[in-house]
């Protein structure tokens, strides 16, 4: 089964057609790369993919539900972390982490999730007091707190200097080998290259091409993804 469905998906904020008939595909336990440059319509798609924004037409599937209407259900199933979320100044490491767990019906542990993220030593630290390597990390275990399906990442590592994207990395490949579908949402082509299995190429609202890094250089007779998506952002003009 395809653990997530887009098709023809349309969202405008007024005159702006920021997401403008999307359509593709993610298989189970993929790791499935969107990327684009800034005002592509890779979060709006996202937040449609959760059900946190309703979409004007298309169709969204995740694990064969509407999100818009199943919203509550899927959650139980989907982990996310959304661009620029945060949490209080004040919560602590551990109380976040016990916070998010009881909000699923299958949590994993919320402690070994803590040990396994490298997250134990901080447990008692506050947030607004984590570096920004050390939040990221947190956020990500947050949206892995509920043993998901699916995991949805926009941005994930924005902000990060080159050693936590590194670490940041590494935890998103244990994922894959977990077999866990991971949504990947980057303007880091480096990034997505090193870790997708396919790629969706996100320019003005639409998708420009899809497929794995080394189809899309092909296609385009280049030599890089960022190369790749140069020629096809640009053939769309
Ligand atoms: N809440 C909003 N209200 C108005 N315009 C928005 C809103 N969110 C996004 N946009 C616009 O929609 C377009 C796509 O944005 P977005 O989906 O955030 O793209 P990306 O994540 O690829 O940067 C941009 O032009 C952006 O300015
Ligand atoms: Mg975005």
Partial sequence: MEAIEV???RKAYGDTRAVDGVTFTVRAGETFGIVGHNGAGKTTTVECLIGLRRA??????VLGEDPARRRRAL???LGVQLQDSSLPERIKVGEALRMFGSFYRNAADWRRV????????LARK???DLSGGQ???????LALVGDPEVVVLDELTTGLDPIARRETWRLIG??????TTVVLVSHYFDEIEALCDRVAV???????????TGELIARTGTASLEEAYLALEGADR
Avoid: Y
């Avoid at 244990?174 to 077999?179: S, V, Y």
């Fill in 114 to 121: 803590m040990e396994r993220w490298g997250l134990r030593p």
């Fill in 202 to 212: 996100f320019a003005h609202g639409r998708v420009e091409a899809t497929g794995t």
């Fill in 7 to 9: 098709t023809d998906l």
């Fill in 174 to 179: 244990d994922l894959k080998t977990a077999g």
């Fill in 56 to 61: 004007d037409a298309g169709t969204v599937r």
């Fill in 126 to 128: 506050a947030f607004g």
């Fill in 75 to 77: 959650a139980h199933r």
């Fill in 135 to 141: 939040k990221q990390r947190l956020m990500l275990a």
